[in-house]
Every structure is written in structure tokens, then in C-alpha cells.
């Protein structure tokens, strides 16, 4: 490699170190869909728990599919798709810089409706709230997960600000 190119991309341990921050984010947001997200507690006594992913089910059993297909996309499958392309543009740095850009304008778009199911669960809380004898609490589920979307999200404005330096 010609000390040009060289100069041009991430050093190899800075490369790796936000590679493993994006398994590491999938790992969060992958636990956060798993765990807990919500409680409700009904006059006193009665408290049910609710994962992210639960809730996803529910929607889809209650006959609300189109909705649950849509909380679904924005909350699985966007935040993975994003690590995935994050990866790929990591990949991609140091042979073909152009792909790199363009995978993490595509990374870009997609993290503006990563956080779309906490604002959804934020809106349940209002919900809740507001009958009689019934209350909610966020739990760590939405913790996890909106962490994990807050660590890809980093390290794609990394990765953007680095392709914008190297490519302009």
C-alpha cells in the first residue's frame, strides 16, 4: 500500500476497536429486545412484564399485524441492518473508499427511525398512566436497547466524519 493510501485510512486497531463496538451494540440491542421494557402494575396487585419483543407479539395476536410488522422493521431490523452495513463500511475502508461512503449515507438514513420503538414505549407509559388504578415503569430492556442504538450510531458518525476527511 502506497504511503498516500496509507495516510488515507483508520488505523488497523481503530478499525477493529469500532467493530467490536458494533457487536458489542448488536449484543445490547439484541438483550434489550429480550428483557423487560415495561411493567404495569393494575390496582396494586397485579403487575405483568413486557419485552420489547413481547409487545411486537401481542400486537400481531390482537390482530393489529400491519402494526406489529411496522414496530417490528424499525426496531429489529432496522437497528441490525444498520450494524450490518456499519460492518460492511469497516470492511470496505481501505480497499474501496467510495463504497464506504455510500454504505454510511444509506447507515445514516436508516439511524434517524432507529429509536422509533422507545418513543412508542414512551407513549404506552402516557397511556397507562392515565387510568385509574394502573401504572407503568420503564425497565432495562429500553435501556439496553436504546444504548446499543446510541453506540451504532456513534461509531456510523465515526465512521462518516473519517470517510468525509479522507474523501473530500
Not at 111 to 139: H, P, Q, T, Y
Not at 143 to 156: N, R
Amino acid at each position: 500500500m502506497t504511503a498516500a493510501v496509507e495516510a488515507r485510512q483508520p488505523p488497523r486497531l481503530n478499525r477493529v476497536a469500532l467493530a467490536v463496538i458494533l457487536v458489542m451494540s448488536a449484543g445490547l440491542i439484541f438483550a434489550g429486545l429480550q428483557m423487560p421494557a415495561l411493567s404495569i402494575t393494575n390496582f396494586y396487585f397485579f403487575s405483568s412484564h413486557y419485552s420489547i419483543l413481547d409487545g411486537i407479539e401481542s400486537l400481531y395476536r390482537q390482530g393489529d399485524r400491519w402494526l406489529a410488522v411496522l414496530v417490528f422493521a424499525f426496531t429489529v431490523v432496522f437497528p441490525f441492518f444498520k450494524i450490518v452495513l456499519g460492518l460492511a463500511a469497516l470492511a470496505s475502508a481501505e480497499a474501496i473508499p467510495r463504497l464506504m461512503r455510500w454504505l454510511l449515507d444509506v447507515t445514516g438514513s436508516l439511524s434517524k427511525w432507529s429509536m422509533l420503538d422507545v418513543f412508542a414505549i414512551a407513549l404506552v407509559i402516557v397511556a397507562v398512566n392515565g387510568r385509574v388504578f394502573s401504572w407503568s415503569n420503564v425497565e432495562a430492556g429500553v435501556a439496553f436497547f436504546a444504548f446499543g442504538v446510541f453506540l451504532s450510531t456513534l461509531v456510523i458518525y465515526r465512521l462518516k466524519r473519517y470517510s468525509a476527511r479522507t474523501l473530500d
